[in-house]
């Protein structure tokens, strides 16, 4: 099997392409303590996960990586939700439940904890821009 059969079927597995938002968490250590990401990611996972958000064809299916820096490096945990492009801070374990069910299940977002948007152009993946 080729490196690149390989990841497509990774890839099937993760069901990447069946994604309607695709939320990044920094647990960095610049913008948060090590402490404070780890248990912000854990509970991320195990939300999405309980509620068939996570590795699901479900229309409000999400993918969720977790990344060492968002180049913001204050107010962490920083949480950002794309399509959207909504920027949030201070996602401690404490906030994720009701980002999940706010967020992603209802379509609304937290105004008090966003902190910038910058929402991606639809069809922005059919249509990429012109270089």
């Not at 099997?1 to 309607?20: F, N």
């Not at 064809?57 to 920083?78: E, H, M, N, Y």
């Not at 994720?96 to 937290?110: L, T």
Request: hydrophobic share 35%; with cysteine; proline share 5%.
């Amino acid at each position: 099997m080729t490196d690149m059969t390989k990841l497509a079927v990774l890839a099937e597995e993760l069901k990447i392409g069946e994604y309607s938002r695709h939320i990044f968490l920094c647990i960095g250590d610049n913008c948060c303590s090590a402490q404070q990401g780890r248990a912000a990611w854990t509970k991320l996972k195990t939300v999405l996960k309980d509620r068939k958000l996570s590795l699901s064809s479900s229309p409000d299916a999400c993918f969720r990586t977790k990344v060492d820096c968002l180049r913001v490096c204050q107010g962490g945990p920083i949480l950002v939700v794309y399509p959207e492009g909504y920027w949030y801070a201070s996602m401690t374990e404490d906030r994720i439940e009701r980002f999940v069910d706010e967020q992603i299940v209802q379509g609304r977002p937290i105004d008090e904890w966003i902190f910038a948007r910058n929402q991606l152009p639809k069809g922005s993946a059919e249509n990429p821009p012109k270089t």
